[in-house]
């Protein structure tokens, strides 16, 4: 396989998720094997179903004691500096999850039919002394086992996409089942805590960690509605820190104690604020627009960190790391988002202007960045385009106008008559609708055209591109980016955002 992806003409990220996935595959099929002859050995019967069973139960203890380890969000933040980060795949932890929790129900599947039709063998074989019933259902390893693929049953079926996004209480609660699971898997297998217990202790460290941490006072400073149901939050919290580009966890305690959501920081660590950029489009989103601004003004200065009746109005953790924090690492990037998918590059936008201002600060390796938006609205335009006119000022100030190209592209078109003046009687030299010397572009980005003008301009170079946006656009780029390194010496490297 890594003379097949070498033959293609792959980037290297593209032969270690290759590489990965071998490494995977392998490292399960050497534990089942491993499992399977050490059973098969020992038992001198012509019962073959026990060590079939055993060796999908050695997977089963490999892979449920692993499925800790990607939703250890700080141990993971802090790995992203280490090596392996060209091992594992950091950016893809809910994938990885996602992926180890489907094989963990395969691997179940053949452990369970392999132990039923093992007790059925020993009940024909010496039915007075076994019966097929009870051994699946009175025994501590058969009882612990239905109990197992129940509590799976549930966990499975509320962290399904649709259910997770409309029923979230459900989808946590139901996750938090996850404890029984492992207390009965302890019971069920005698040998899995050899395998659990390292995950287990760093799991129970990151939780106490984000609860630490969640208790820290953070401050509301005020709120800000912006066009197309955006909101835009202010908060202060001395205990924080992050990277451009990380995100954080929001928790509204007038609204759940325990749901946590995710959310992009939208500031830069240079400032003395964090804040988020919130789309109000479910219900949670939409009651706190309600509870931090319920007479829905422009802006608000709040200025507190407790309601009424003593509650905190926000909790926040973070940050945590994620693809884009890497951005500064290269020398050319591609910054793509759709829609509310800019903040991550809002984030880093305003860390370029502060770091440029102050000599002191340094772009580290970063060179040349190619910024795309694709926005539905023409409104939504409205509460970026402060940042971005300071930052192209900033840079034609500095003679530094060729580090950023602004590509915005308006997929809606101009629907008011208000819009059209705007365009009609704009500045000479600005374009209509954004004051910036960039001109907005109309229609959706032709991306195999743009691939292909970024190949000429970066012969035999390495171009990382970087998205936050639907899962449409996300496979559309990864392909393209597989295609035009496939197709010119420019290498390209695809990273999604993923929380």
């Not at 270690?16 to 071998?22: D, G, K, N």
């Not at 946590?260 to 400032?271: D, L, R, Y």
């Not at 040349?368 to 930052?391: M, N």
Request: proline content about 4%.
């Amino acid at each position: 396989i890594r003379d097949l992806v070498r033959s293609r003409g792959l980037g290297d990220v593209y032969k270690r998720q290759y590489q990965r996935r071998v490494r995977g595959i392998g490292i399960n099929i050497y534990l089942w094997a491993d499992a399977f002859h050490r059973y098969y050995v020992a038992d001198d019967t012509s019962n073959n179903f026990v060590p079939v069973a055993r060796g999908f139960g050695q997977l089963l203890n490999f892979n449920c004691a692993l499925l800790l380890l990607p939703v250890c969000r700080n141990f993971l933040t802090w790995l992203r500096d280490s090596k392996l980060h060209r091992l594992f795949p950091f950016d893809s932890n809910l994938e990885f999850h996602q992926l180890i929790g489907w094989a963990i129900a395969f691997f179940t599947a053949g452990h369970a039919v392999a132990h039923y039709y093992n007790y059925n063998w020993l009940q024909e074989d010496d039915p007075d002394t076994y019966s097929a019933w009870s051994l699946a259902f009175t025994t501590l390893a058969g009882s612990t086992g239905q109990g197992l693929v129940l509590s799976m049953a549930i966990i499975y079926s509320a962290a399904i996409e649709a259910m997770r996004r409309a029923y979230f209480n459900t989808f946590y609660f139901s996750h938090h089942l996850f404890i029984v699971f492992y207390v009965l898997l302890l019971l069920h297998g005698p040998r899995f805590w050899y395998w659990f217990l390292g995950p287990a202790v760093l799991y129970l460290f990151e939780r106490t960690l984000r609860e630490v941490r969640s208790k820290k006072e953070t401050v509301v400073v005020k709120v800000r509605n912006h066009p197309s149901e955006v909101i835009e939050i202010h908060l202060q919290n001395n205990a924080f820190s992050y990277k451009p580009g990380q995100y954080l966890f929001l928790n509204c305690p007038y609204l759940s104690k325990y749901e946590w959501h995710p959310f992009t920081i939208t500031s830069a660590p240079e400032q003395d604020f964090v804040s988020v950029h919130i789309r109000c489009v479910g219900d949670w989103t939409k009651n706190l627009r309600s509870l931090l601004n319920p007479a829905n003004r422009s802006s608000l200065t709040i200025d507190k960190s407790y309601g009424p009746d003593g509650k905190m109005l926000l909790r926040m953790d973070g940050g945590f790391g994620s693809a884009t924090e890497d951005v500064f690492r290269y020398e050319t990037v591609m910054l793509i988002g759709a829609g509310i998918g800019v903040t991550p590059f809002v984030s880093i936008l305003r860390s370029i202007t502060l770091r440029l201002k102050e000599k002191s600060s340094s772009l580290q390796n970063l060179k040349r960045a190619h910024f795309f938006w694709i926005v539905r609205e023409y409104t939504a335009l409205e509460w970026v385009q402060t940042l971005l006119q300071e930052l192209e000022g900033d840079l034609e100030r500095l003679g530094l106008t060729e580090l950023l190209k602004i590509n915005i592209y308006l997929t809606g078109g101009l629907k008011t008559k208000s819009q059209i003046i705007n365009v009609m009687t704009a500045e000479e030299g600005l374009d209509p609708l954004t004051n910036l010397r960039s001109l907005t572009n109309y229609g959706r980005p032709k991306w195999d055209q743009i691939f292909q003008g970024m190949a000429d301009s970066y012969p035999k170079q390495k171009v990382r591109v970087f998205l936050c946006g639907p899962a449409a656009l996300s496979s559309s780029l990864e392909e393209q980016c597989h295609l035009t390194s496939k197709e010119t010496s420019t290498k390209f490297q695809f990273h999604k955002e993923n929380f």
